[in-house]
DNA sequence: CATGAATGAGCCTTCATTCAT
DNA sequence: CATGAATGAAGGCTCATTCAT
């Protein structure tokens, strides 16, 4: 009852088992189709052990983001090989690929964001926190860089609007894969086409907002 | 049993009221968490009526597809308004205008993109009917308009990721309206605002594709 | 509500198709798990004539068996071909040889037998009538010939144990016939099968009895 | 989930209840109309109690006939107090007494009968199992009685009828229970009785079969 | 008379959870 | 700590029957 969080430590194999195990249910089948019969079945633990480590089903799925989310910006910071003082533009880049790679690699990386995914669609209990400790910031930074893209005063909702184009377009590629994969039944999606549509995305993005911030220059004018 | 057309008029009342109400459920709940006894008090009428006029749940939330989604392309067809001989420009933008509100309103025609939205993330067993009938004509029609936009012969993939730049800013504001609506509480989606919406998805896509097209130029030379 | 009998001429088709419908599926599937969906269905009628015309699922149970019975009986009497004064042996013969036919064939006429055997394992409303009207003129009409056979003044239960030896080994076929076909598939039950089954039941039957009337005039003695 | 066999006497509880009170109803009602809520509810267990022991209502009754099999023949073994080199009058008179006592009796030894005797009018998903391992070897060892007591070289087709019209005898007694305590209300079937029976079917049948025995070698000559 | 539509009861099953060991 | 067993709620579906035309 009390040590629902950070007990880590105390048992070294079956809480850790039952996150894996859950995770990857709850990404695969999300969290209503999901059973804890199928979860410890995985985990080679007994169906109450669920109930002991975390309570509820729905306890055990924060849980489980918490535990994903560290995952996979363990490996994929926002920020990942930018050093101060880099350009936007570089800056730029470096987030969409950080973004797009963490999203949509098959290594447990990409865990945090298939459970996400499905948090836009239907949202849990959890999405709040999702929403403050997870969305939020990452829009704030890439608004960061937007912002100095376009330069000077810009009105804010220009910076939101692009800063929805660029997520947007990094999002499609988890948000839409079964149909893609449908669409193009030979597409690949290894490292060097995840490199290629971060490339894109960077190109027409970087082209769009320049574009926009000579427009809005004109306009001011 | 096989009455499913034809008598559209003579029985006003419980086939489609069944319809509509399972429209909404399964659009605020999907297939999973959707009940045929919600649906069912939602529509007044008894469980058993379900299974006599459409079999099944899985054979209504199919109706219910097509159902709401004649609904929504009968009010925004995807090149509402647009005449032959207009230029690419013009239909990439009515093309993004219909989408946009097609797929954000209040109306009954939403119902469809909720829907679908759903089926992006759990694909049921009619998500390759939807796949077939509705996204790869769709994909199909902007391929065209970007593929004249970009001009001369231009490496198929390079038009894919075009269409899913545009495509993918769109569906944006489906996909992550839960999201945006807690990130910003205050923003209102109104007439006015979706126009404004699929206004800068517009601007930021032609700016994009029209550098994109100078620069492969520039290339080929 | 007054016309669930006798009115036999009232719709040429509808009553008389139902009757049939509802004999052969009652006869392969009995009562509870006939439906009367299947049976309309193969009657080509609506599932409402079932409760117009019979009032019940059950009431049209009891029909089908009066219906089949008539049927089975015109074609297979007790008696079939015997005159009068002929002696108990043949009588007996007789009586074996169209019980067997009246349960093994193939044609309408077994499907009172098919009906039958179902109710002498999970009786239903109907079988106080089947028991008096049916099973116990049988009886009576085989205990005569037995009793002759067994000669001057036998115990009752002798008489009785012998009718049971005689039926039971008929009836065995019809009980048993899903048995016997996975025993041995390779068996037949056409015409002359039929009549060797009939001739080994009485030859069984009348050296049985014979014996046991030598034993019993033994011990009267 | 395969802990069918070991436990037996751990839980002496839940398990067995089921078996027991599902045995009861089944042999009562028959498989379709016996209802998991009337199996639990006389077990004093809850509904999901099946589920979680025996998988499905269908699973639970082909463990229940094994369990009810097990019961019957422990009891009544078909050569039940012979010894080797029995005569094969002594041995076909224990066969036809068991084979009596264990269907007619009050006690549970005659549940495996009444549940089979249903199986032979509608055969289940597990009548395959029945017919291979229990109708098949009790016929195998009444046929070789039967093939004794006719002597020589015997066509197997005469053996194949006896041996029918041994076993039809003592199964009519199961078979036509019902219709039996119709037509005689006032007999009774003790244990008295069951001998007479068992008595009288073996005087007929041997009576028969010597007869038979002496006609064929007469026709031999 | 006949029909399509509608009803309500009931059934089997599944699932997350809890209890006793 | 961990486990097997047990629970109650709920869900989808089927069926015989009735209603209104």
């Known amino acids: 009852m009390k040590k629902n969080h950070q007990n880590v430590e105390s048992t070294p194999g079956t809480r850790e088992r039952i996150l894996q195990a859950a995770a990857e249910v709850f990404a695969d089948s999300g969290f209503e189709r999901a059973t804890v019969r199928e979860i410890c079945s995985r985990a080679s633990v007994n169906v109450a052990a669920i109930n002991y480590h975390f309570r509820d089903k729905e ?16 490996k994929y910071p926002h920020d990942l090989g930018t050093q101060k003082g880099d350009s936007p533009e570089i800056r730029l880049r470096v987030f969409i690929r950080s973004l797009v790679l963490r999203i949509l690699g098959d290594d447990p990386s ?112």
């Not at 306890?59 to 363990?74: D, H, P, R």
């Not at 894109?200 to 000579?214: E, P, Q, T, Y």
Request: aromatic content about 10%; hydrophobic content about 45%.
């Open 59 to 74: 306890n055990l799925y924060i849980e489980v983001l918490k535990y994903s989310k560290e995952l996979a910006f363990k």
């Open 110 to 221: 990409s865990l945090f964001g298939r459970l996400v995914s499905r948090e836009y669609i239907e949202p849990t209990s959890a999405f709040d926190v999702i929403v403050e400790e997870t969305m939020r910031p990452t829009f704030a930074f890439l608004s960061e860089i937007i912002g100095e893209l376009l330069g000077g005063k810009v009105p804010a909702m220009r910076v939101h609007m692009c800063c929805a184009s660029v997520i947007s377009q990094c999002l499609f590629f988890l948000y839409a894969r079964h149909a893609l994969a449908k669409l193009f039944p030979e597409q690949k999606f290894g490292r060097t086409e995840m490199e290629a549509i971060a490339d894109h995305i960077a190109g027409f993005s970087l082209s769009a907002i320049k574009d926009l911030r000579k427009t809005m220059k004109g306009e001011r004018k």
